[in-house]
């Protein structure tokens, strides 16, 4: 059986951020032991099973377990694609904006807190932002006291850089 070939998207050929926390990495290899060890085993038993029942075109339950352990098999692909191209973002003491740091500016006369980090990590209502968001890249490699500009949907911003851990 045929699947349709669907268009790809606007973003589905762009690779995950290879900047992760040490975290990030640890939950990625826990999920891919997990996939790799309980997941996938019951999956092939079971498509092997299926596979018994003869006629595979008119096998309905062996075409779902089938694609059930393609998508595993995809989501194990993915992980260990990602895990080889990692970046492990180091925590280092600097006196500059990098990945990893966790810095307070000044916006619109409101002092806001952000940790930057990779796209893949990204959580705007923790306060996580991405080095590659309009933010992330105005202060990036900038260091206590910059006072940066930059555009925003049309608009100029100050930021102020007020502190940096």
Do not use: W
Request: charged residues 30%; positive net charge.
């Amino acid at each position: 059986m045929r699947t349709p070939q669907r268009k790809l998207g606007k973003y589905s050929h762009l690779k995950p951020d290879p900047n992760i926390t040490e975290k990030k990495y640890n939950e990625l290899m826990t999920e891919l032991e997990k996939l790799k060890k309980i997941f996938r085993p019951p999956a092939i038993k079971e498509v092997k099973r299926l596979a018994l029942m003869g006629d595979f075109s008119e096998n309905a339950a062996y075409q779902i377990a089938k694609g059930r352990l393609r998508g595993i098999n995809k989501r194990i692909d993915d992980i260990e694609d990602h895990l080889k191209r990692a970046n492990v973002i180091k925590t280092n003491k600097s006196d500059q904006v990098e990945l990893g740091s966790t810095v307070t500016i000044l916006i619109d006369n409101k002092e806001k807190t952000y940790t930057i980090l990779g796209s893949s990590e990204t959580d705007p209502s923790k306060n996580v932002i991405s080095h590659n968001s309009p933010i992330g890249q105005a202060i990036m490699h900038k260091k206590k006291n910059d006072i940066i500009e930059f555009k925003i949907s049309g608009n100029t911003k100050t930021i102020k850089i007020l502190n940096i851990k």
